[in-house]
């Protein structure tokens, strides 16, 4: 396999589909359960999302999409019992299971952290990038993504001599996987040898352990190590680390509602880990063992920022990224700037003394309302020069798919939508038709199911 040393770090950000709404849909997410009945704005969602793809590329990072999914998913609903024409099975499902339907309709794909864990080739076994899509068994309305990323996946990353496909784990319960949001990739360089940091909720098999008493543990120990088993990845640079129960309970269902890596910079909440500064002393060792450098970690503690306030604000949810010129920014949510605290903080690390060099604040709310922050909208994936010219162009933000999706996201998306609004089956056809067009948009020929069955 061909290794090239030069590689940078590319963002798939999801881009926000057209029924993007609020039911509530996600236990343990406190903004979810909070806005769930409230009405959303799909088109300003997504040209949020956009907004902040087009700061990132202005800052220099590669930037790239990933489709939305098709919603509704009118095949799950006839699959759950639902007949008749697609008209009538959306009212059914809106009469008999209205929550059911709502996760028919989610948008959430849009997460792209949770689409899939990536390693790359300069940390796997056969040279190759592995992925493997999240089963997101832990709720339907997300469970139902994993077949649509693993083909957006493989349009976008067809090449088999550089990238490696697995297939989402079993989803069950113990296998719950929810990708690279409990993921942390540490390196020197994107291309050298990296540490693959996974964090799990809890152990489901086998002796105890903690576990939250309060909310669910979405991602387990056995399908952290499944993953890593299947991408073929270095036990010694390999890293098996407890989330804080007692942080779950306040609202982290994810590790990156509390803590982000890039490269040697790590950010992270005290109360992030189980085993406290153990496991930050365990991620630096293997740091320095892999690479021969120093981690350059980044505290705060709870007396300055609480784990409550790290939800309600998402200051870890933000994207910690190296900039051309050897930078690095963190891109924050604007409910950081908003919240004195948490505003505080971030002016002390620019203000010296910190790797963080610069933060940029983006306007999301319409993701945030639904417990989505900058670096849930966005999977990374290391991609040496050899690999970039082997991945679908199409997607790739320049100025012009910027405007064109714009546009199309003008033409398309509606201004208001309530769950009474699911079952509207003027809803499917807007849907249908902006994705068709989005195809072409992207270059991704008939990708959409709806356009194969005709
Ligand atoms: O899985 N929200 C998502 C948010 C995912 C955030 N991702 C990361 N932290 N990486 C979730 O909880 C809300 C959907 C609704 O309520 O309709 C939702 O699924």
Same mark, same amino acid.
């Given at each position: ?51 902040k ?19 509704p998913?009118?095949r ?26 709502? =996760? ?16 790359p080739?300069?940390?796997?076994a056969?040279?190759?990038t592995?992925?493997?899509p ?23 990353f067809?090449? @088999? ?6 297939? /989402?784990l079993p989803?069950?319960?113990q ?5 690279a ?29 903690r576990?939250p ?13 499944? *993953? ?25 269902f ?8 890039n490269?040697?910079v790590?950010?992270?909440?005290g ?7 153990? =496991? ?6 293997a740091?320095?063992r892999?690479?021969?450098g120093?981690l350059?970690?980044v ?16 200051l ?12 690095? =920014?963190? *891109? ?5 700037r908003?919240? @004195? ?8 690390? *620019?203000?010296?003394? /910190? ?7 983006v306007e ?28 679908? +162009? ?11 999706? /714009?546009?199309? *996201? +003008?033409?398309?998306?509606r ?20 994705? @068709? ?18």
């Open positions: 396999m061909k290794r090239d040393a030069v590689a940078y770090e590319v963002n798939f950000d999801g881009l926000v589909g057209p029924t993007h709404h609020y039911a509530g849909l996600a236990y343990g997410n406190l903004a979810s359960e909070k806005h769930g009945g409230t009405v959303s704005n799909p088109r300003q969602a997504a040209l949020q999302g956009l907004a793809m087009k700061l990132l590329a202005d800052l220099g990072v590669r930037q790239a999409v990933l489709p939305p999914q098709e919603r998913d009118v799950l609903l006839r699959r759950l019992g639902f007949a008749g024409s697609d008209a009538e099975v959306l009212w059914r499902a809106r009469r008999e299971a209205p929550l059911v339907l709502a =996760a028919a309709c989610s948008a959430s794909s849009m997460w792209a952290a949770n689409a899939a864990t990536v390693s080739a300069a940390d796997t056969d040279g190759r592995h992925l493997t999240a089963n997101l068994a832990s709720h339907l309305h997300r469970h139902i993504e994993r077949e649509g990323t693993a083909a957006a996946l493989k349009a976008i067809a090449d @088999e001599v550089c990238f490696a496909h697995h297939g /989402s989803a069950a319960g296998l719950g996987d929810e990708g949001a409990n993921h942390t990739r540490l390196c020197r360089e994107y291309g050298g040898p990296g540490v693959e940091v996974f964090v799990y909720g809890r152990r489901a098999m086998g002796e105890g352990g576990t008493g309060r909310y669910p543990a979405r991602q387990t120990l056995e399908a952290s190590m499944a *993953v890593a088993r299947l991408h073929g990845l270095e036990p010694a640079r390999t890293l098996f680390v407890q989330q804080n129960p007692a942080a779950i309970d306040v609202g982290v994810h590790n990156d509602v509390i803590c982000v890596g490269r040697d790590l950010f992270y909440h109360a992030a880990f189980a085993e406290g500064a153990k =496991a930050v002393e365990a991620i630096r060792g740091y320095a892999a690479t021969g120093e350059r970690c505290e705060v503690k709870e007396e300055e920022v609480s784990v409550g306030e790290a939800v309600g604000s998402y870890f949810n933000s994207q910690l990224v190296s900039l051309p010129e050897g930078k690095t =920014a963190l *891109v924050c949510p604007q409910e950081c908003e919240q @004195e605290r948490t505003r505080r903080v971030l002016e002390r690390l *620019v203000g010296g003394g /910190s790797p963080i060099d610069a933060v940029h604040y999301l709310r319409q993701s945030m309302q639904n417990g989505g922050g900058p670096a849930c909208l966005r999977l990374r994936v290391v991609l040496t020069e050899w690999e970039l010219e082997r991945t679908h +162009r199409g997607v790739f933000l320049t100025e012009e798919l910027f405007e064109r999706l /714009s546009g199309w *996201v +003008r033409r398309w998306y201004e208001r939508l309530g769950l009474d609004d699911l079952a509207d089956p003027k809803l499917l056809e807007e849907s249908r038709g902006a994705l @068709e067009e989005l195809t072409e948009i992207l270059g991704l020929g008939d990708f959409y199911p709806f356009q194969r069955e005709g």
